[in-house]
């Protein structure tokens, strides 16, 4: 009995799949595929009604207008709403640390679904009886337990899905996605089988979509970069995505079988996922073993169609002509979407990796308001590139591209200029013609404002003269906030600083831009942590408070830095009234001043203030300050001991305005300049030679006495300013028209020629390395020697500058820079030792190694291989009498196309950081990149005043006619013989026919020597607060910061062998000063002797 039972359960055990699978059949899997397909077309019924049903028929430009409109009111709800619409796109496009995780978190989900639904596939496979393998037979969750991860993975998605639901821009569009499209058919039947606790396989394949978000998850955590490894992925991710997702499809249609026919379901066979992987491999690659071939009748057409479609998919080069193709109408069809209480900044221009990490770095720096963060809408008439591409993945949210052409009303209308809050035009610093890639600039200005006149521009040009273009617009000025901003200008203007104040640079871009060190939050030297200080403060222009009426400039900057911990350096004067007319609310122009000095007199109404703060909250206290009575009682007692010279001062300007100016101009001098430059102490170097020698290179052989080059300093600097007013003879005052620049005749371009056979003895003066080989290049060196031939600078103080390089790159400006003293040009490489010795590099005062022009196919440190090796073959050099290297003696500025070149300027610097602002050659004024001038621009349109400010540093022009005055003169600086009568106005005067300018300056003064060393010796310690109260109190100047040796010798000496000297901008109260220090001064304006 017991042998004829066995059998009867045997059979029973036998019977029990079949009649799970017939259940399978007929019951789960048509309530899975019904629900699933039903509930997704009857959402994109539902959607598409109600999309064609709320458009309206007929759509005028009016209605448009009136809906932009709209969108623009800003209510609490459309804010609450737009914030969460913004917070779920920054976690899809990963643009925060929340997205980020989310998007890693969705790629490793990606994986481990397809792994469980293998794993699934091959417990089904191994679980179920050969004879009776159905690829719809189920399973429930005690047999295959890891269906309970299936389903978390199953919730996680359905997070993302709402998330993605709320970030899409368009309903209808999200709908039609593969990635809804693949939640369908994975979510729905998920849910409904772990109700039935019947599972089976299905549709889980799907979620190999989701492969393409590991690319993206890369880009965004920066492991992946550069456009070699971001294709690379691209077509790894794509051929393994339509591979994997093919077999499963494949699987699936060859399980169900021809479910038409009948017994369709029951009749089809299994086949293993590896079995149709193989298949559709072999398939693929055109082997075809025969092994394996498909039995039904779906599953020979879909071979059909992969066989058609896959073979020209997964070559090389057809899927990468279908991604540009689709790219390109991407671009062309973007436009920007106005968000509510957004706005957004349109950047024009032919854009550059470089160009637009610089611009994205300053622009979304961390330091500004998260809030009021801005979007930024790219218009470039070329699609980007993948380099571009992936530097826009990371400001994704935040970045619109679109292709298109400035030209274009339609393409402007895309980018919505109108309600821009400003258009920023970039010039292309790699264009061959700089005078053509300015007027393309100026025609999109012309194009932009006659389309929106009111919208603000801010415009980078390439030349000085090209500015004078832009005020023949009729829309364009000060009232809508538009500025230029020219490239050569700016760079040359600060690289000619820096060869009278080094360091200066340093200074002034820490001062105008933010800085971010995170890379170095724990200085390892003492110099850098003193350098980190002077980092965190900024540049702003504030209104002064009422409280401020009736002070002159220096109570106001004792009590700004007294009470507020602010400096106070300059001031901008808005003149009122329209010329040749009544109106007293028309602005004629604006000037700024820098330290005016005790005679100025604030007034509110038409002067704001210039500070150093460290944010632009702690600068506006000096808006909202209030004076007590003990402090104006304070500052009447202290305006008796600086108003001495201000007094002497305010009567000499009036005797400047009489009919007998050459002996008021003397009895000035006498009692203001004398007095002032004997209390300071100031020692101002003679010339080298002869003022009377403009001829140039017959007698600069043998002007020199013989001696060592400390004697040979020490004597040039004996001479005091007074004893050098005398000397001077009236008839040698020459000036060009405008006041602003010293004039010599016109002389021919030979007599400026120098030969590399013979020595010449320079001292103190200035050598420029012009790199550039092109002769068809415009150097533009016109703004470089400018701020070297100011008039604000005595002409017993000029120094000499010798050009080595290509003669004819200089004398393409020779019509220009012909009437400027005291200039000289070697040709020849400077990459020769002997070129440089014949001009005498072991005396100078500074040399400045201007890089070639860049072309679009020198993009890496390769661009500066020439700069970097005259660099470093100057500073190997050794000093004829110390034997010591030249760099570690003389002052090198070298101007650098890329900042990845700053690494090899100085080898035997141990510089691991990662920002190139915290290396030494930038921390110590001895190097400027062109990336800093796209910072400029960013810097501008966050604070309009420093553009004003800059310029009137750099080139110390005070005034935005002078451009105008030179074009009216085609661009030559006339004779004094031809010059208007001199304005009668507090920086202006005129002597012996020649009108002159009085002007501040920034000098670098020792603290060992007069005129500091009074204050800094009259204390055994001498603090920072200290030296900025005294100078203030007794001298009127204005110090910003201090330029300090890195390392110190053991004997204490002011000269250490590596004279390397870092800037630190503002220091602490406490700091204690060294005597080898040397402080940045904003000296008063004072009249000069030329």
Not at 265 to 280: E, P, Q, R
Not at 599 to 627: G, H, W
Not at 888 to 896: A, F, G, K, R
Request: net charge negative; proline share 4%; glycine share 4%.
């Amino acid at each position: 009995m017991s042998g004829t039972a066995a059998p009867s359960n045997s059979s029973a055990a036998t019977d029990a799949p079949t009649t799970a699978s017939k259940l399978c059949d007929q019951t789960e899997w048509r309530i899975i595929i019904g629900v699933t397909l039903a509930t997704y077309f009857a959402f994109l019924i539902v959607i598409a009604l109600a999309k064609f049903a709320c458009a309206p028929v007929t759509r005028t430009k009016e209605d448009e207008q009136d809906a932009r409109q709209r969108a623009l009111k800003v209510s609490q709800k459309g804010k609450c709403t737009t914030q969460i619409h913004l917070h779920c796109k920054a976690l899809m496009k990963g643009a925060n640390i929340f997205g980020k995780i989310m998007l890693i978190i969705y790629s490793f989900c990606v994986v481990t679904s397809f792994v469980l639904y293998v794993r699934l596939d091959y417990y089904f496979y191994d679980d179920q009886i050969p004879s009776k393998r159905n690829f719809l037979s189920c399973f429930t969750a005690s047999q295959a337990p890891i269906v309970h991860a299936d389903f978390g993975i199953n919730i996680f998605y359905a997070v993302v899905f709402v998330i993605r639901l709320v970030a899409s821009n368009s309903t209808l569009s999200f709908w039609l996605t593969m990635d809804t499209m693949a939640d369908h058919v994975t979510l729905l039947p998920s849910l409904i089988m772990y109700i039935l606790n019947r599972h089976l396989l299905a549709f889980q394949y799907a979620r190999l979509v989701g492969l393409r978000f590991i690319v993206n998850t890369l880009i965004y955590c920066s492991i992946i970069r550069g456009e070699k490894y971001i294709r690379l992925f691209n077509l790894l991710i794509q051929i393994i995505s339509v591979w994997l997702i093919s077999a499963g499809f494949f699987q699936l249609i060859e399980g169900v079988g021809d479910f038409w026919l009948e017994e369709g379901l029951t009749s089809a066979g299994f086949i293993s996922f590896h079995d149709c992987f193989y298949f559709l491999l072999i398939t693929m690659s055109t082997v075809g073993y025969g092994d394996i071939s498909p039995r039904t009748i779906l599953g020979k057409f879909f071979i059909i169609l992969f066989v058609v479609v896959a073979l020209g998919m997964f070559t090389r080069i057809i899927p990468e002509i279908s991604e540009i193709l689709t790219e390109s109408k991407k671009y062309r069809r973007n436009r920007v979407h106005l968000k509510h209480g957004k706005s957004h900044v349109v950047v024009i221009g032919n854009f550059t990796v470089s160009m637009l990490n610089t611009f994205f770095n300053d622009f979304y720096h961390e330091e500004r308001s998260a809030r009021n963060r801005e979007f930024v809408a790219l218009l470039g008439e070329e699609e980007p590139t993948l380099d571009l591409k992936a530097v826009m993945k990371t400001r994704e949210l935040y970045v619109t591209y679109l292709q298109g052409n400035v030209m274009s009303v339609k393409d402007l209308h895309r980018a919505e200029v109108k309600y821009a809050s400003a258009v920023i035009i970039m010039a292309d610093q790699l264009a061959k013609d700089q005078e053509d890639e300015d007027m393309k600039n100026i025609m999109r200005v012309i194009a932009i404002k006659d389309y929106c006149p009111e919208v603000k521009i801010l415009v980078q040009l390439q030349l000085y003269r090209s500015k004078t273009y832009l005020r023949n617009i009729p829309d364009w000025g000060q009232e809508h906030g538009d500025q230029s901003v020219c490239i050569n200008e700016i760079k040359y203007g600060i690289l000619a600083q820096s060869c009278m104040v080094p360091g200066i640079s340093t200074l002034l871009c820490n001062l105008l831009m933010l800085r971010s060190c995170s890379s170095m939050l724990v200085p390892r030297s003492p110099w850098c942590r003193a350098y980190l200080q002077g980092v965190e403060f900024e540049f702003y222009k504030v209104p002064f408070a009422p409280e401020f009426r009736g002070l002159n400039f220096l109570q106001a900057c004792r009590i700004c830095y007294e009470q507020l911990g602010i400096i106070l350096l300059a001031i901008e004067e808005t003149q009122m009234g329209e010329v040749g007319g009544d109106d007293p609310d028309v602005i004629v122009s604006k000037r700024t001043i820098i330290n005016p000095g005790v005679s100025c007199i604030i007034d509110p109404n038409i002067m704001e203030a210039f500070v150093i703060a460290k944010d632009l909250y702690d600068a506006r206290r000096i808006t909202k300050m209030q004076l007590t009575e003990e402090m104006k009682y304070e500052e009447a007692g202290t305006a008796d001991q600086v108003t001495t010279f201000g007094n002497n001062h305010a009567d000499g300007l009036v005797a400047a305005a009489s009919s007998d100016q050459t002996v008021q101009l003397q009895r000035l001098t006498s009692r203001s300049t004398d007095d002032r430059l004997q209390r300071l102490g100031a020692d101002l170097p003679s010339s080298s030679r002869s003022p009377n020698d403009v001829q140039g290179r017959q007698n600069i052989s043998t002007e020199l006495q013989p001696g060592t080059s400390d004697q040979i300093r020490e004597r040039s600097k004996s001479s005091v300013f007074h004893e050098s007013f005398k000397q001077t003879q009236p008839k040698l005052v020459k000036l060009d028209s405008s006041g602003y620049f010293h004039w010599v005749p016109n002389r021919a371009a030979n007599t400026i020629l120098l030969s590399a056979t013979q020595r010449y003895h320079f001292r103190n003066h200035v050598v420029v390395c012009v790199l550039e080989r092109n002769p068809d290049v415009l150097l533009n060196i016109t703004s470089f020697i400018m701020p070297l031939r100011a008039s604000s600078i005595p002409r017993a103080q000029l120094k000499d500058i010798v050009f080595v390089g290509s003669e004819s790159l200089i004398f393409n400006e020779w019509s220009i820079i012909q009437n400027f003293p005291n200039i000289y040009v070697l040709n020849g490489s400077p990459l020769n030792r002997a070129n440089l010795k014949a001009v005498n590099i072991e005396y100078v005062d500074s040399c400045v190694i201007l890089s070639p022009k860049a072309n679009s196919l020198q993009l890496d440190a390769q661009v500066d291989r020439e700069t970097v090796l005259c660099t470093l073959n100057i500073k190997t050099m050794r000093h004829p009498e110390t034997g010591h290297r030249l760099g570690d003696v003389i002052h090198i500025i070298t101007e650098l196309n890329t900042e990845d070149s700053i690494d090899y300027l100085d080898q035997d610097d141990d510089d691991d950081v990662e920002e190139p602002y915290m290396t030494q050659a930038f921390a110590t004024g001895r190097t400027f990149f062109h990336s800093l001038l796209g910072s400029i621009v960013t810097t501008i349109y966050f604070n309009g005043a420093a553009l004003n400010f800059l310029r009137t540093v750099v080139t110390t022009v005070d005034s935005d006619n002078l451009e105008v005055n030179l074009n009216e003169q085609g661009f030559h600086f006339m004779s004094p013989d031809n010059q208007e009568q001199p304005r009668e106005d507090c920086n202006e005067h005129s002597f012996n026919g020649c009108r002159y300018k009085i002007r501040s300056q920034i000098q670098l003064l020792e603290l060992s020597k007069p005129p500091l060393s009074g204050i800094f010796q009259a204390q055994a310690k001498c603090s920072w607060k200290d030296l900025f109260m005294q100078s203030l109190l007794q001298l009127e100047i204005v110090c910003i910061g201090i330029f300090r040796l890195q390392v110190e010798d053991k004997t204490g000496s002011a000269e250490s062998v590596k004279n390397h000297r870092f800037v630190v901008t503002l220091p602490e109260d406490s700091m204690e000063l060294k005597e080898s220090d040397k402080v940045y001064c904003l000296t008063p304006p004072t009249p000069q002797a030329f």
